[in-house]
Structure formats: C-alpha cells, structure tokens
C-alpha cells in the first residue's frame, strides 16, 4: 500500500520560504510512468496543483507560481520537497502530497495534508 | 488554461436517490485526461473516476463516469450515507493541471 506523508513548519511569516517535505513508503519514488506532485487547498476553497517532478526528474510548474517554486526529489530517503518562495498571507492552506500515472496524469495517492499558516 | 465549471454547486438528495453532477470545461478536454474526486471534511480527496469513465480501485459500481469533449457527468446511482461529500472535477492540458469548483452532495 502506497502512503505519502507530508511535514514541515505549520507557521510561517510573511516573505519566508515555504518547505515541505514528503515521505512515500511502499513504493520507490524512481518507479517509471509516475510522478509526484504537490496541491494545495485554501481554506474552506478549492484545489490547486502547484508542481510535479516525474521519475527522470523533470518538474513542470503552476504558470501563476513558477517563479516561486521548486520541487526536488531525494531518491535515497525517498522523499520529495516543496519549496515556495516570498510567502503572503495568501500562501496559506492545507498542502497536498500526491502521486499521479503519467498515462492518464490523475492523482491516486494523497498524503494526509498539512495545514501552512503566514502571519506576522 | 482550462476552466472547469461545476453544478449544481450543491445538490440535496436523500439516501437511495440518485446523484447527477456536471462539469463543463472551458475548452476540448481528453477523454483520457478527466478524473473525479470525492473529499470529506479534513480528509484528503480520493480518486473515483480518471479517463473520464473508469473506476479506480476499490470504487463502487455505483459511481459512474462519462461525457467527452467539453461536458463530463459523474453518476451516483443509489446514494449511501457514506457518499455525502464534496466532488471535484479535474483536468489535465499540458502543462497544466486545473480542478472544478466542486459540488457539494448533502443530506436532504
């Protein structure tokens, strides 16, 4: 059974940088034909994909975020990473880890979610 | 970028009763790229539905997909109690995934 689970600060100020981290257990993150990506969910809103790194390495971003975000892999812990730069109070919501099929490019696995709060 | 539209934004059944939820995109979606989620409160979402009609794992025959093009329905064809939820549509235009507003399925 596949499980994702994401951790990282609950609290931020506003212009720091965001990281989250994501542990998948029972499967390899290297494992060909998927990708692994992050979502984030405003409150009591709806959901928004921020980034994927496949299984070559390859990241593709959210247009609107592009140039505040990163996402990495650590093949050896098994983990891949969010990183989101110049934070606002705007920023906050619950973050998603997720494995997608690069078939048919759908979100299978989902960790449990963090919730990110930036305030001064 | 894709736009996708939900409705009704919420729908009131009773349990038995049969749910029909919409989503309409802004331009041509693959059929192979469209998924439904359902998602109850402080959960994650959970895959139902991707290529527009299949069923993921473990997914109740219950719950059905189809549409093509610009218009998907998701069906739920007898509602348990357990399927009072949030729905959200999703779709995949390279390279950029976009999710619906949801339909909120509550309790009459």
């Known amino acids: 059974q596949v499980q994702l689970q994401e951790s990282g600060p609950g609290l931020l100020k506003p212009s720091q940088t965001l990281s989250l981290t994501c542990t998948v257990s029972g499967d390899s993150i290297s494992t060909g034909g998927y990708f692994w990506t992050w979502i984030r969910q405003h409150p009591g809103k709806g959901l928004e994909w921020l980034g994927y790194i496949d299984y070559s390495g390859n990241t593709y971003y959210n247009p609107s975020l592009r140039s505040r975000v990163n996402i990495s892999v650590d093949t050896s812990k098994n983990q891949f990473s969010l990183k989101l730069t110049s934070v606002t109070a705007a920023d906050t919501a619950v973050y998603y880890c997720?494995?997608?099929?690069?078939?048919?490019?759908?979100?299978?696995?989902w960790g449990q979610g963090t919730l990110v709060t930036v305030s001064s | 970028e894709i736009v996708l539209t939900q409705s009704p934004g919420t729908l009131s059944l009773f349990p038995g009763e049969r749910a029909t939820l919409s989503c309409r995109a802004s331009q041509r979606v693959s059929s192979s790229y469209l998924a439904w989620y359902q998602q109850k409160p402080g959960q994650a979402p959970r895959l139902l539905i991707y290529?527009?009609?299949r069923r993921a794992t473990g997914i109740p025959d219950r719950f059905s997909g189809s549409g093509s093009g610009t218009d998907f329905t998701l069906t739920i064809t007898r509602l348990e109690p357990e399927d009072f939820a949030v729905y959200y549509c999703?779709?995949?235009?390279?390279?950029?995934?976009?999710f619906g507003p949801g339909t909120k399925v509550d309790i009459k």
């Open positions: 997720a494995r997608g099929w690069l078939q048919f490019f759908y979100f299978d696995y």
């Open positions: 290529g527009a009609s």
């Open positions: 999703q779709q995949y235009g390279r390279p950029l995934f976009t």
